[in-house]
């Protein structure tokens, strides 16, 4: 929970950077935009004011053209006012006067070409100088601009493969298989770069967990990209050489273990009562099991893909793990450390010792654990009557208190039969131990009874000893 609690907050922080780089880049864009537009405006208006300087003024040109024209007109004038000067003819003498020379005054009025002057003012073309604005043309490089958005194609590279988990756990392996011994496992949603995947594109190799590459299963991911788009590589890490030189101290087990004796119940004869025994190096890899086996497992179960342990129905069989009754582990303390790799392989496949299980319940609560040091929540008497078959199968012992705690649930047990809860019935309350067992009042006590890990849904889970919340009582 913490790790999802983590992705979530890493992928929202994400979200909000990027959001605000969107938020960023829209603004410079706009920016850009804006200042282009105020360079066309004042560019325009630059040169709407040369055109108008240009120009000359309509006033001006209006007020030149009649000069000339009006010189002419006073001379009419200056003749009719001669005519009332010519009144006084009585005197006959004075006619003289009105003679020619005597108006010639009258050109005076002719100074009106000294107006000419006001064509001074043609030097107003000066300002046709008002071409040197026509630098206006060094807004061209806006053009420049458009390189700019050409960059954007650069950000449309491959995206980088990745995956990301889709059920709750699932085991890293050294190479593209389950023969492969187990790196780690990762939980749901956690994220990883893929580096290759084999030639069938069912496994994927990914970088880096526990500092070093791992093949992960690819059904159980949610991949980014189309899987065959990811370059095919060779499983580097090659499966290690089985342990056979250890099993040399076999000869030195068989002595010393005793006979096999009945039990004291008729429902435990033919097993061996005795301590568990390691009489040889224990891996994981020594019992190989093929994903495929869960089909046949929900097949065994009448189609339903349902957890007994804590009558849980899954909507898929990407929620459970395969689920072994009797623990591997177990099995090989118990005579599988003597046996061949074959009687390994099949006792890892049988049917008969294969369930389903939520990830929390198989690798937190029940983990290796005999019948001594846990019982499942419900369906206990049939879980009791599998470990006994399976035991007796495969010729495995058990210790003193696995032998009591079996003997005595099979003799309260009316059916060992698998029960099914209703699907819309709630799994049993948590806290409640089933008979004969007892539950720890603290966490040291609890570990030194094998109950470290327990999840919401054991038997024996107290929210007082969550104390970080996630779920997990008494973690170690």
Known sequence: MKRFFRFVFRLLLVVTIVAALILLVGLYFQLQTLSTQVNELTARVQRLEEANAARPAPGSQAAQAPEPTRTPTPEPTATRTARTTSTPRPTNTPIPTPTGPTHTPAPTNTPGPTATPSLTRTPRPTNTPAPTSTPSPTNTPRPTRAPTNTQTPTATPVPTPFFTVNTDWINVRKGPGPEYPVID??????????????????????????????????????????????????????????????????????????????????????????????????????????????????NQQGGRIYGPYTGTYFASIRETDIEHIVARSEAHDSGLCAASSATRRNFANDLLNLTLASPSVNRHQKVDKDLAQWLPALNQCWYVNRVVQVKRKYNLSMDRAEAAVAQRMLDSCPNTQMQFTDPGSAPPPANTPPSGGSCPSNCTEAHSMGMSNMGRDHRCYQPKFDRDRDGIACER
Not at 190 to 197: L, P, T
Not at 230 to 240: L, N
């Open 185 to 298: 496992a990762i939980p749901r949603g956690e994220q990883y770069n893929v580096r290759g995947r084999n030639p069938a594109g069912t496994w994927l190799e990914f970088c880096c967990v526990d500092g070093q590459r791992g093949w992960i299963y690819a059904p159980y991911l949610i991949v980014n990209v189309d899987v065959n788009a990811v370059p095919t590589v060779r499983a580097t890490p090659t499966i290690p050489p089985s342990p056979s030189p250890t099993r040399t101290p076999i000869p030195t087990r068989t002595p010393g273990r005793p006979t096999a004796t009945p039990s004291d119940g008729g429902n435990l004869s033919g097993i061996r009562i005795e301590p568990e025994n390691r009489c040889s190096h224990y891996d994981s890899d020594l019992y190989p099991y093929s994903q495929s086996v869960e089909p046949r497992i929900v």
